[in-house]
């Protein structure tokens, strides 16, 4: 009799999530979100920042009680710029962090590890700027240092801030110190960065050198502050075990006439020599699987 073939191992499942700002959330929105993520059932959700629209204590204890509805789901967040008082000057400038570090995490640049996958977070919110974000020389260093000590196969970088754009329009919203990010950050070995604060999603090939890498940009997850005609929308990353296959990207739209998500839009990228290859659009008309 012969042998079963071995069960292939399943991929790595991440939920990228962004921009929720919690104070203009949709409740329709969130509930198909909770329900679409449970679902799915990822390795980890990463919320990538603005996660409220004004820093206000009821606007975190919101975010805080969507959060705690994905239980059992292991969660990476990181601070927007939203996410530190704008009018309350006395505490944005003594205590910037007091009500985030409260109610969603006390470390403002977390990391996640297992065998296949190393996430690391950067904090790229500045109590000096409004809107913009900054990594400073120190950052920058500090990552590139850690991401070429890592031993997993992919590695992922998650802040706020955009560290590519796609429209001329973004071009002030990019974070500070971006060019230099990018270089080291894709030489010391990251494979992708995923970003937000812009309500634009978009995935893209970086990096001119002798690697490339993969920028994925995320929607307004469950606010009515949509950008243009976008949808709320997520990303689902599949990253296939040990890194020889390559990585697919769905766009995850919230269509209101069925109340749910749904593939919006997706890609395919390929690792080769160089790092990541060049992304393949697919059928965003797709069906569901």
Same mark, same amino acid.
């Given at each position: 009799?012969?042998?079963?073939?071995?069960?292939?191992?399943?991929?790595?499942?991440?939920?990228?999530?962004?921009?929720?700002?919690?104070?203009?959330?949709?409740?329709?929105?969130?509930?198909?979100?909770?329900?679409?993520? /449970?679902? &799915?059932?990822?390795?980890?959700?990463?919320?990538?920042?603005? +996660?409220?629209?004004?820093?206000?204590?009821?606007?975190?204890?919101?975010?805080? %009680?969507?959060?705690? @509805?994905?239980?059992?789901?292991?969660? =990476?967040?990181?601070?927007?710029?939203?996410? =530190?008082?704008?009018?309350?000057?006395?505490?944005?400038?003594?205590?910037?962090?007091? /009500?985030?570090?409260?109610? +969603?995490?006390?470390?403002?640049?977390?990391?996640?590890?297992?065998?296949?996958?190393?996430?690391?977070?950067?904090?790229?919110?500045?109590?000096?700027?409004?809107?913009?974000?900054?990594?400073?020389?120190?950052?920058?260093?500090? #990552?590139?240092?850690?991401?070429?000590?890592?031993?997993?196969?992919?590695?992922?970088?998650?802040?706020?801030?955009?560290?590519?754009?796609?429209?001329?329009?973004?071009?002030?919203?990019?974070?500070?110190?971006?060019?230099?990010?990018?270089?080291?950050?894709? @030489?010391?070995? *990251?494979?992708?960065? =995923?970003?937000?604060? +812009?309500?634009?999603?978009?995935? +893209? !090939?970086?990096?001119?050198?002798?690697?490339? *890498?993969? #920028? /994925?940009?995320?929607?307004? %997850?469950?606010?009515?502050?949509? $950008?243009?005609?976008?949808?709320? @929308?997520?990303? =689902?990353?599949?990253?296939?075990?040990?890194?020889?296959?390559?990585?697919?990207?769905? &766009? $995850?739209?919230?269509?209101?006439?069925?109340?749910?998500?749904?593939?919006? *839009?997706?890609?395919? *990228?390929?690792?080769?020599?160089?790092?990541?290859?060049?992304? #393949?659009?697919?059928?965003? !008309?797709?069906?569901?699987?």
């Amino acid at each position: 009799m012969p042998m079963p073939a071995p069960e292939r191992p399943k991929p790595m499942l991440i939920a990228h999530i962004s921009d929720t700002h919690f104070g203009t959330e949709e409740g329709s929105v969130c509930a198909a979100l909770r329900s679409d993520l /449970l679902r &799915q059932a990822p390795d980890l959700v990463v919320l990538t920042g603005d +996660i409220t629209q004004r820093a206000r204590s009821a606007q975190f204890r919101a975010a805080r %009680a969507f959060l705690d @509805s994905l239980t059992p789901l292991p969660l =990476l967040a990181l601070p927007g710029n939203h996410d =530190l008082p704008l009018f309350d000057l006395p505490t944005r400038f003594t205590q910037p962090y007091r /009500l985030y570090r409260r109610h +969603i995490s006390p470390d403002l640049a977390p990391t996640w590890q297992n065998a296949e996958v190393a996430v690391l977070g950067v904090n790229s919110t500045r109590v000096m700027r409004h809107k913009n974000g900054e990594l400073s020389a120190v950052q920058v260093q500090e #990552v590139a240092q850690r991401l070429a000590a890592l031993t997993q196969p992919f590695k992922v970088v998650a802040l706020h801030h955009p560290l590519a754009i796609v429209e001329s329009g973004d071009l002030s919203n990019r974070v500070r110190g971006a060019d230099q990010a990018l270089a080291s950050w894709v @030489s010391a070995g *990251a494979d992708l960065f =995923l970003g937000g604060h +812009i309500h634009l999603p978009y995935c +893209i !090939a970086v990096g001119s050198g002798p690697r490339q *890498a993969v #920028v /994925l940009q995320a929607g307004t %997850a469950v606010s009515r502050r949509r $950008r243009g005609g976008q949808a709320n @929308s997520y990303n =689902l990353i599949r990253l296939e075990p040990g890194g020889a296959l390559g990585m697919r990207v769905e &766009q $995850r739209d919230y269509d209101a006439r069925g109340g749910r998500f749904a593939i919006g *839009a997706a890609w395919q *990228a390929v690792r080769n020599a160089q790092g990541w290859g060049v992304l #393949v659009a697919k059928d965003s !008309a797709k069906a569901e699987s």
